[in-house]
């Protein structure tokens, strides 16, 4: 019994020794493939490499405030009034404010836009000459709804809801 329990042993020790054996060689000829695939690779200069990144990184960040003056000039300010500069431009021109109205906000995409309705009265002139002002003025506002029409004396009407935007004050900056 024991001269077979040594056999035995001797055998269990000689197929875990085969099979190291054969691990290594696998690995071994893994490894020359892994080594041959590396030669054959062209040769990155790590120098480039980080000047591109950090290239990247400057166009990034320039874009980035870029972004952020756009919003800027998209957005209205709070310290300005719609209504009083409506009104200002007006002044002089011949045409009245008959009335204005808080049109209601809807929030889009992180921005909230506020609107207001006003009605003008006034001649073809006076109003045509507003008009090109609110075109040329620069402010952010929008101009969802134009209307003009002509009253039994004579004079147009001109209806427009103007929208501005704002950044919820819960958002965080670009």
């Known amino acids: 019994m024991k001269l077979r329990r040594g056999r035995l042993t001797i055998m269990v020790m000689w197929t875990i020794n085969f ?17 041959s695939k590396l030669n054959n690779m062209p040769d990155v200069d790590l120098m480039k490499v980080n000047a591109y990144l950090s290239d990247l ?23 300005e009034d719609l209504v009083s500069w409506v009104t200002e431009q007006t002044n002089g021109m011949g045409a009245q404010i008959v009335g204005v109205e808080y049109a209601g906000r ?37 101009m969802d709804f134009i209307s003009i029409s002509k009253t039994p004396s004579g004079s147009l009407i001109l209806m427009l809801i103007l929208s501005w935007g704002e950044r919820k004050w819960t958002d965080q900056k670009i």
Do not use: Q
Request: aromatic share 16%.
């Open 19 to 35: 099979g190291l054996l054969c691990f290594c060689m696998w690995e071994g000829r893994e490894l020359w493939s892994l080594n």
């Open 57 to 79: 990184k400057k166009e990034f960040k320039r874009m980035k405030k870029d972004l952020i003056a756009v919003e800027k000039k998209a957005l209205w300010r709070k310290d």
């Open 106 to 142: 809807r929030k889009v995409d992180g921005y909230v836009y506020t609107s207001m309705k006003f009605t003008l009265r006034g001649d073809y002139h006076p109003l045509s000459r507003f008009v090109n002002r609110l075109e040329r003025s620069g402010y952010p506002f929008f």
